[in-house]
């Protein structure tokens, strides 16, 4: 696994979207500060591909993916593995409910030669390839495929964190054992293991069913083809008899059935002729159409006098004249004398008004005469009190006055008015005024009363003349109508007569009616008896085409009855001879039967010799029996020659079940896999000793033994003591030597996808001395230039890092951390 380009936004201290191309990265350092985020890129590597990283214990710690924060981070690593690139992305949010779950996960083939570039256009997941895994649990599988490496050997041999840069070093025999399985891709052989096993199981079970059917088969022998053969000779025979018995026994069939037909044919005429008979009631059907015929034709004329009668009727009633102009006229008599009694009445009522209003009239001419005196009267007590106010000033003022006004001579206020003198002229013609005033008001209330009454009297004796004029009018005019015509008594009469005519005009309207609906019902009965009649006619034509063909005789059409008997005469004669006949014919039938019988007595004879039951149908069933003989001698040939095929198959799966068996067994024992395991941890050791021997100033080589690591420590006389003795920085760089001998001499052993094409190192390079420091960088440069692995390493230490051609600087300031790339 090589990784060419890491996208990161929202992951831990990268909240900002960063991107870090190691296209052409070959030997590249991740230097800054501590706590700048070095470790993260690793941890991004990791993340992307496996969905955790080392530090976080698991996907339990999936919240430390997000930064401060953030609600989403988004991580894509694109990466080549076994010639092929690939894109795998992981998107983590956090819901309303402050849970942190995978939201996406992805990994993706890229099409061959795509430019990574083109990833800062913004492509859409589409564009980038053919999906291999589309969800988190597809992941898992996609990933081991494409990288070849689970989890835990990802983190011992590619991208080797702080803390686990010793695991493989101190790994477990067994563990270590299964990560160089992985590596050199020994794990083929178990699958071919398991494939042979597989391959022997259906050996096995294909040898059984040949078995099964070989047992099935057994009965095929020579004698069994002989039998067969001697039955489809004898079926043969059958046929060869049955074909030459069929045409007597078709010839007696034939005869049965000319005879049975002959038979038929004479019961079917015998049926047609015995049928023809007259129908009940057919002479009264034609008397019926007589009968009905005449009570028509006299209905007809019951008619005919009846409208005569109707139409002389109308013409007196026209001739009488107009009853509307003579009810009127006799209308206008009877208001003359309705007005004349009217006019009377008004006459009077105007004489009785005129009267009246002569009497109003002269009691308001009095009544003005009487109002005339009292308003002199009135004047003269005014006059009275005006001399007497002046005879008497003071009198006249204290008159005006009340308790409590002011003097109008002396303006002092007066607190109570003298009373007037009793004899005080004033007094008296205040008396007298006061008594004037009310009689003129009396005066003038009675005019006023009786103008009232006779304004209404004369209106009252204009509506009167009004009214008597109107009425002498229309009797003049009624009079005028009346003139020249004839008297009221006259015009009963007249519309007496009237009224008799239009009584008998009535009485032949409705007998012209109950005329007309007799002469329907009479013609109505004429129609039912010549539909009866036609139905007697259609009814011996049909019986007479029943027996058209044996020719009867010819008959009148003019009376049914006599057609009808003479039909059923000749139909009883026909019947007759008919009947003559039909015993030779039943004699005939009983012949052929016989005849045929015995035919089918001798196939069915022939058949009871061949042990066949008696068919239906002799020559088909023969046929058949000759197919089905000649078919079992095919399907026992057939089985004899499957027999022969299935000893062959069964001697080829044998020989396959024994192979597979052989080999399965072969690589059950684990000898070849132990070997090559064996191979491969010498060539690890003998490199991993001789980087540790330089690293180490000479002081250490590696071994193993029986799985386990040890050091010959050369300064204490070549003691062999467990790598668990080393101290720290012993430990890094025994750890190195193993980490660097696995990327340099296993990448050319292994045969898989899990070729280490890259080595990330994030350990302990603070803690060499400056001597082992130029070692471990002139070591990691000459692993880097043989330009087949990619090597990076994690580091603050600047004499490291300037030794090493790219480096991959990262900042961190109180927001997000960037990385920035330096050197070539």
Same mark, same amino acid.
């Given at each position: 696994?090589?990784?060419?380009?890491?996208?990161?936004?929202?992951?831990?201290?990268?909240?900002?979207?960063?991107?870090?191309?190691?296209?052409?990265?070959?030997?590249?350092?991740?230097?800054?500060?501590?706590?700048?985020?070095?470790?993260?890129?690793?941890?991004?590597?990791?993340?992307?591909?496996?969905?955790?990283?080392?530090?976080?214990?698991?996907? #339990?710690?999936?919240?430390?993916?997000?930064?401060?924060?953030?609600?989403?981070?988004?991580?894509?690593?694109?990466?080549?593995?076994?010639?092929?690139?690939?894109?795998?992305?992981?998107?983590?949010?956090?819901?309303?409910?402050?849970?942190?779950?995978?939201?996406?996960?992805?990994?993706? $083939?890229?099409?061959?030669?795509?430019? !990574?570039?083109?990833?800062?256009?913004?492509?859409?997941?589409?564009?980038?390839?053919?999906?291999?895994?589309?969800?988190?649990?597809?992941?898992?599988?996609?990933?081991?495929?494409? !990288?070849?490496?689970?989890?835990?050997?990802?983190?011992?041999?590619?991208?080797?964190?702080?803390?686990?840069?010793?695991?493989?070093?101190?790994?477990?025999?067994?563990?270590?054992?299964?990560?160089?399985?992985?590596?050199?891709?020994?794990?083929?052989?178990? &699958?071919? =293991?398991?494939?042979?096993?597989?391959?022997?199981?259906?050996?096995?079970?294909?040898?059984?069913?040949?078995?099964? $059917?070989?047992?099935?088969?057994?009965?095929?022998?020579?004698?069994?083809?002989?039998?067969?053969?001697?039955?489809?000779?004898?079926?043969?025979?059958?046929?060869?008899?049955?074909?030459?018995?069929?045409?007597?026994?078709?010839?007696?069939?034939?005869?049965?059935?000319?005879?049975?037909? *002959?038979?038929?044919?004479?019961?079917?005429?015998?049926?047609?002729?015995?049928?023809?008979?007259?129908?009940?009631?057919?002479?009264?059907?034609?008397?019926?159409?007589?009968?009905?015929?005449?009570?028509?034709?006299?209905?007809?004329?019951?008619?005919?006098?009846?409208?005569?009668?109707?139409?002389?009727?109308?013409?007196?009633?026209?001739?009488?004249?107009?009853?509307?102009?003579?009810?009127?006229?006799?209308?206008?008599?009877?208001?003359?004398?309705?007005?004349?009694?009217?006019?009377?009445?008004?006459?009077?009522?105007?004489?009785?008004?005129?009267?009246?209003?002569?009497?109003?009239?002269?009691?308001?001419?009095?009544?003005?005469?009487?109002?005339?005196?009292?308003?002199?009267?009135?004047?003269?007590?005014?006059?009275?009190?005006?001399?007497?106010?002046?005879?008497? &000033?003071?009198?006249? $003022?204290?008159?005006?006055?009340?308790?409590?006004?002011?003097?109008?001579?002396?303006?002092?206020?007066?607190?109570?008015?003298?009373?007037?003198? *009793?004899?005080?002229?004033?007094?008296?013609? !205040?008396?007298?005024?006061?008594?004037?005033?009310?009689?003129?008001?009396?005066?003038?209330?009675?005019?006023?009363?009786?103008?009232?009454?006779?304004?209404?009297?004369? #209106?009252?004796?204009?509506?009167?003349?009004?009214?008597?004029?109107?009425?002498?009018?229309?009797?003049?005019?009624?009079?005028?109508?009346?003139?020249?015509?004839?008297?009221?008594?006259?015009?009963?009469?007249?519309?007496?007569?009237?009224?008799?005519?239009?009584?008998?005009?009535?009485?032949?309207?409705?007998?012209?009616?109950?005329?007309?609906?007799? *002469?329907? &019902?009479?013609?109505?009965?004429?129609?039912?008896?010549?539909?009866?009649?036609?139905?007697? /006619?259609?009814?011996?034509?049909?019986?007479?085409?029943?027996?058209?063909?044996?020719?009867?005789?010819?008959?009148?059409?003019?009376?049914?009855?006599?057609?009808?008997?003479?039909?059923?005469?000749?139909?009883?004669?026909?019947?007759?001879?008919?009947?003559?006949?039909?015993?030779?014919?039943?004699?005939?039938?009983?012949?052929?039967?016989?005849?045929?019988?015995?035919?089918?007595?001798?196939?069915?004879?022939?058949?009871?010799?061949?042990?066949?039951?008696?068919?239906?149908?002799?020559?088909?069933?023969?046929?058949?029996?000759?197919? #089905?003989?000649?078919?079992?001698?095919?399907?026992?040939?057939?089985?004899?020659? =499957?027999?022969?095929?299935?000893?062959? &198959?069964?001697?080829?799966?044998?020989?396959?079940? =024994?192979?597979?068996?052989?080999?399965?067994?072969?690589?059950?024992?684990?000898?070849?896999?132990? /070997?090559?395991?064996?191979?491969?941890?010498?060539?690890?050791?003998?490199?991993?000793?001789?980087?540790?021997?330089? $690293?180490?100033?000479?002081?250490?080589?590696?071994?193993?033994?029986?799985?386990?690591?040890?050091?010959?420590?050369?300064?204490?006389?070549?003691?062999?003591?467990?790598? #668990?003795?080393?101290?720290?920085?012993?430990?890094?760089?025994?750890?190195?030597?193993?980490?660097?001998?696995?990327?340099?001499?296993?990448?050319?052993?292994?045969?898989?996808?899990?070729?280490?094409?890259?080595?990330?190192?994030?350990?302990?390079?603070?803690?060499?001395?400056?001597?082992?420091?130029?070692?471990?960088?002139?070591?990691?440069?000459?692993?880097?230039?043989?330009?087949?692995?990619?090597?990076?390493?994690?580091?603050?230490?600047?004499?490291?890092?300037?030794?090493?051609?790219?480096?991959?600087?990262?900042?961190?300031?109180?927001?997000?951390?960037?990385?920035?790339?330096?050197?070539?």
């Amino acid at each position: 696994m090589r990784p060419m380009r890491l996208d990161l936004a929202g992951f831990t201290v990268f909240r900002d979207a960063t991107t870090i191309d190691f296209t052409d990265a070959d030997f590249f350092a991740l230097v800054g500060p501590t706590g700048s985020g070095k470790s993260t890129v690793l941890d991004a590597i990791c993340f992307a591909l496996y969905g955790t990283v080392p530090r976080w214990g698991g996907t #339990r710690g999936l919240g430390n993916a997000l930064a401060p924060s953030a609600t989403e981070a988004r991580v894509r690593l694109v990466f080549e593995s076994g010639g092929a690139r690939y894109v795998a992305t992981r998107v983590v949010r956090r819901d309303s409910r402050g849970n942190v779950k995978t939201a996406g996960a992805g990994l993706q $083939l890229m099409p061959e030669g795509f430019d !990574v570039t083109k990833l800062d256009t913004g492509l859409s997941p589409e564009d980038l390839g053919e999906v291999v895994a589309g969800t988190p649990a597809e992941m898992d599988a996609a990933v081991l495929a494409a !990288v070849g490496l689970p989890y835990e050997q990802f983190t011992s041999c590619v991208v080797l964190p702080q803390g686990q840069f010793a695991d493989f070093l101190h790994a477990r025999p067994a563990t270590r054992q299964q990560i160089l399985v992985n590596l050199l891709g020994l794990g083929v052989y178990e &699958q071919v =293991q398991q494939r042979a096993t597989t391959r022997a199981g259906q050996a096995e079970a294909k040898l059984e069913a040949v078995d099964q $059917l070989l047992a099935g088969l057994a009965d095929v022998d020579d004698v069994a083809l002989e039998r067969a053969a001697g039955q489809v000779d004898r079926m043969r025979e059958l046929a060869g008899s049955v074909t030459a018995a069929v045409p007597e026994l078709e010839a007696a069939r034939t005869t049965v059935r000319e005879a049975n037909a *002959a038979l038929a044919t004479l019961d079917a005429e015998l049926a047609a002729l015995d049928e023809v008979r007259a129908p009940d009631g057919v002479a009264e059907v034609a008397r019926a159409v007589t009968a009905t015929r005449a009570e028509s034709d006299a209905a007809a004329a019951a008619v005919s006098l009846a409208e005569e009668r109707e139409e002389k009727l109308r013409g007196e009633l026209a001739a009488a004249g107009d009853e509307s102009a003579l009810r009127m006229l006799l209308r206008a008599y009877a208001d003359r004398e309705q007005l004349s009694a009217q006019a009377e009445q008004a006459r009077a009522a105007m004489e009785a008004a005129g009267v009246e209003h002569d009497a109003a009239v002269r009691a308001l001419t009095g009544a003005q005469t009487a109002a005339e005196r009292a308003e002199a009267e009135l004047a003269a007590a005014f006059q009275a009190h005006e001399e007497a106010k002046t005879a008497d &000033q003071a009198t006249a $003022l204290r008159a005006h006055l009340t308790d409590g006004d002011a003097c109008p001579v002396c303006e002092q206020t007066v607190a109570r008015v003298p009373a007037i003198p *009793a004899g005080s002229a004033v007094a008296r013609a !205040v008396a007298a005024g006061k008594a004037a005033r009310a009689a003129n008001e009396a005066a003038r209330k009675v005019v006023a009363e009786r103008d009232t009454a006779a304004r209404e009297l004369e #209106r009252v004796l204009l509506r009167a003349r009004t009214e008597h004029d109107g009425l002498r009018t229309r009797l003049v005019e009624l009079d005028e109508r009346l003139a020249g015509a004839a008297t009221a008594e006259a015009l009963r009469a007249r519309l007496a007569e009237l009224a008799r005519l239009r009584q008998g005009l009535d009485e032949a309207t409705t007998a012209v009616r109950a005329g007309r609906d007799a *002469a329907r &019902q009479a013609r109505a009965a004429v129609e039912a008896a010549q539909d009866r009649l036609r139905t007697a /006619w259609r009814r011996f034509d049909g019986a007479r085409d029943t027996v058209a063909r044996f020719g009867p005789p010819a008959t009148d059409r003019d009376d049914v009855a006599a057609a009808w008997a003479t039909l059923a005469e000749w139909a009883r004669e026909q019947a007759k001879r008919r009947r003559s006949e039909r015993d030779g014919l039943a004699t005939a039938v009983v012949e052929a039967e016989t005849a045929a019988g015995a035919a089918t007595d001798r196939i069915a004879g022939i058949f009871a010799d061949a042990g066949l039951p008696a068919p239906d149908d002799p020559v088909r069933a023969a046929t058949v029996a000759v197919e #089905r003989a000649e078919a079992e001698l095919r399907r026992l040939t057939e089985r004899r020659e =499957q027999a022969g095929t299935l000893r062959e &198959q069964r001697a080829g799966h044998e020989r396959e079940a =024994q192979v597979a068996r052989a080999l399965a067994g072969h690589l059950r024992a684990n000898n070849f896999e132990r /070997w090559l395991l064996a191979e491969a941890l010498d060539l690890l050791v003998d490199g991993a000793s001789g980087i540790l021997r330089e $690293l180490s100033g000479g002081q250490y080589d590696l071994v193993h033994d029986k799985g386990e690591f040890f050091v010959v420590d050369h300064h204490d006389a070549g003691l062999r003591r467990g790598v #668990r003795t080393l101290s720290g920085g012993e430990t890094f760089q025994a750890s190195l030597a193993l980490a660097l001998a696995l990327s340099e001499q296993l990448a050319g052993m292994s045969t898989t996808a899990a070729s280490l094409e890259s080595i990330v190192l994030d350990e302990g390079f603070g803690t060499l001395d400056a001597a082992t420091l130029d070692t471990v960088a002139a070591t990691l440069e000459n692993l880097a230039a043989r330009g087949d692995r990619m090597v990076g390493v994690v580091t603050h230490v600047p004499a490291l890092a300037e030794r090493i051609p790219v480096r991959f600087e990262v900042h961190k300031d109180a927001r997000s951390a960037r990385v920035e790339r330096t050197g070539r």
